[in-house]
């Protein structure tokens, strides 16, 4: 938390008060808390008429007195004390210490206690990733930077500037740093390329794509007597993360050393980001200085990369370092100091593992993973839907289907029977739960999805600080993720559509299939592949619902050439080429055939049927037409 200013005299009438209070002040700073709290209350016996201000610094050093343990404690004291408004206090005529959460700083009157305790109250929040509500209560501070003191104005500004960039608003942060540089001039330019650099180093750092997954950034100092340099790193993060070439000079610390390792991940060097991870890894073990949050943080930063290159076995294998690493920060939360706290990772590592399992086909793991993150990032259309990829990975893996057939028939589900969806389990009728979650916050984000100025549009730095900061927007409705294009929530939707047709078909649910599907099929920037299951669930729907008729106009294979063979072959599903996908819409064509009693043309197509992928059904349905003509044949 804070230290304190040492206090000034400012009448002679206040020798004695000034005494204690410089007295109180020096005990604070060398730690002797229970001393310190016994000088601020002789203050209190005394009639000194600041009470707001005795109040809130006699909670804070009570704080410390606990080990800074009691921070919900704190948190009441601090919340008490803003509300406390219906007696205005007389200023005070002497300085009083700050005890409070971040530099030196005066509090010369009450109103200076509320400033601080809101402060307080923003910074406990943000140690308790309650970043929503961190950011609500600091909005008031934000909203009048200008007029704060030099140093409360560059705290709050230093936590504004953390709290943007671990809820993904890039977009923001960078907007009010330009404020803080050009209006408060509470930073200074960040170093750039040398202009005779490389040109490709400059386009590649300019250009290279955030990660989608979810990464730990460096852990930043969090004591206020470094808030210089922690605007500084602050400042290089925030240009690293939105992809502006920018040098990073390491000061032989491993915050400074880990950020450069995120430029090299961004900057998809990915060799570079693994060695630079390595080498802080060893140089803190060699000085003896490593911590379990920097074991957490470089394990977890080193399954993201392997994830990356797809490595996904050893990406796993580095997940669960982490969160052993994490778990001893972890074991126990509720009596653990605010910085612990802070440190502990599990629920983005969680992810992070959930999404490595699900390349390993680990389905249950996956889902069990999954299910930690979505408590907390709840309203993520992408977490709702990889907790349904895992509940359809797990109820295939636990049938025994002809792999020929997109569907078949004889195993989907009579809707609403089987498991509830209250039940949190890897079953399709929970699928279709998340699926429905994912498709409407998904059509939400859509609705009020930001596109950002072109470049031609763009103002230069100086002018962009002059317009309000907060009216820049981010797409970040995918945390713990970075925010997305909308290409990737296109081709997110069209992905949550298919998905949701096909476990509408396997539970029974045949109109809500053939909805999704015709859905699928209008949706933009629609890939082949999403095309092709568009027309098969579709075709397949309206088979089911005895309209051969209609799903024959779906199961036209003339369509399948057109594809885009290259898209087949590199997905990871059975498909693998257009011979394959031929052959597969040319056997759901002769089923709705055989349905409208044309065996001579189903037989037909059953003749042109060449790939394994549908040998065996192809031989039942040829039985099955035989039989029937044999039948027809047959005296009543």
Not at 151 to 171: D, E, H, I, P, R
Not at 313 to 322: G, P
Not at 560 to 581: H, I, P
Request: hydrophobic share 40%.
């Amino acid at each position: 938390m804070d230290t304190a200013d040492s206090p000034t005299k400012t009448q002679a009438s206040d020798d004695e008060n000034y005494n204690l209070l410089r007295q109180a002040h020096e005990q604070f700073n060398n730690g002797a808390f229970e001393r310190c709290l016994e000088l601020l209350q002789q203050l209190e016996t005394k009639g000194e008429n600041s009470g707001l201000i005795l109040r809130h610094n006699r909670a804070v050093v009570n704080y410390y007195i606990s080990g800074c343990m009691q921070h919900q404690t704190l948190l009441q004291e601090l919340e008490q004390l803003v509300d406390a408004k219906a007696k205005p206090t007389t200023p005070a005529t002497v300085e009083q210490p700050t005890v409070v959460g971040g530099g030196g700083l005066s509090l010369k009157h009450a109103g200076s206690a509320i400033t601080v305790a809101r402060y307080n109250k923003a910074v406990i929040y943000y140690h308790r990733h309650m970043y929503g509500t961190a950011l609500e209560r600091l909005a008031p501070l934000v909203g009048r930077l200008e007029a704060l003191e030099k140093q409360m104005s560059a705290l709050v500004a230093t936590l504004q500037l953390q709290l943007l960039l671990a809820t993904n608003q890039l977009n923001r942060a960078e907007a009010f740093l330009e404020y803080l540089q050009y209006k408060l001039n509470l930073v200074a330019s960040a170093p750039s390329p040398s202009p005779t650099g490389s040109p490709e180093e400059a386009a590649a750092a300019a250009a290279a794509a955030v990660a989608a997954t979810p990464v730990l950034e460096a852990s930043v100092p969090r004591v206020a007597g470094e808030c210089a340099g922690t605007l500084q790193l602050l400042q290089l993060l925030t240009h690293v993360l939105n992809r502006k070439p920018v040098v990073i000079t390491e000061d032989g610390t491993p915050q400074f050393a880990a950020l450069k390792a995120q430029q090299y991940y961004i900057m998809k060097d990915f060799q570079m980001a693994a060695k630079q991870l390595m080498r802080i890894n060893d140089e803190c073990t060699q000085a003896g200085n490593i911590t379990p949050q920097l074991s957490t943080c470089i394990a977890n930063n080193m399954g993201v990369i392997h994830l990356r290159v797809r490595h996904y076995a050893i990406a796993a294998k580095f997940f669960q370092n982490a969160l052993r690493f994490d778990q001893q920060l972890a074991a126990n939360l509720r009596k653990s100091s605010l910085q612990t706290m802070s440190s502990a990772r599990s629920c983005e590592i969680m992810y992070n593992l959930g999404i490595a399992m699900l390349h390993l086909r680990r389905s249950k793991e996956a889902f069990h993973c999954l299910l930690v993150p979505v408590k907390q990032y709840h309203s993520n259309p992408r977490l709702w839907f990889r907790m349904a990829e895992a509940c359809i990975m797990e109820h295939e893996s636990q049938k025994l289907l002809g792999k020929d057939s997109l569907l078949n028939s004889a195993d989907a589900k009579p809707y609403g029977s089987a498991h509830s969806t209250a039940v949190p389990e890897p079953t399709l009728e929970f699928a279709a739960l998340c699926l429905r979650s994912a498709l409407t916050l998904a059509l939400q984000h859509k609705a009020s999805f930001y596109m950002a100025a072109s470049a031609e549009d763009t103002l230069e730095p100086k002018d962009a600080a002059q317009q309000l900061w907060s009216q820049q927007q981010d797409n970040n409705f995918c945390n713990p993720s970075k925010p997305i294009s909308l290409e990737s929530l296109d081709n997110m939707l069209a992905a949550i559509y298919a998905a949701h047709s096909f476990v509408s078909l396997r539970l029974g649910d045949h109109v809500t299939a053939l909805e999704m599907a015709k859905q699928l099929l209008q949706s933009e920037r629609l890939s082949d592949a999403h095309r092709l299951l568009g027309h098969m669930y579709a075709g397949e729907a309206l088979m089911m619902m005895e309209k051969p008729a209609e799903a024959r106009d779906h199961l036209e294979p003339t369509f399948v050439s057109t594809l885009n063979a290259l898209e087949l072959e590199t997905r990871d599903w059975q498909l693998k080429s257009l011979d394959a996908a031929q052959n597969v819409v040319r056997y759901n064509l002769s089923v709705a055939l055989a349905l409208q009693n044309d065996f001579q043309a189903a037989k037909g197509l059953l003749a042109t049927l060449t790939h394994p992928i549908v040998s065996k059904k192809s031989q039942i349905l040829h039985r099955y037409i035989e039989l029937k003509k044999s039948a027809a044949g047959s005296p009543n």
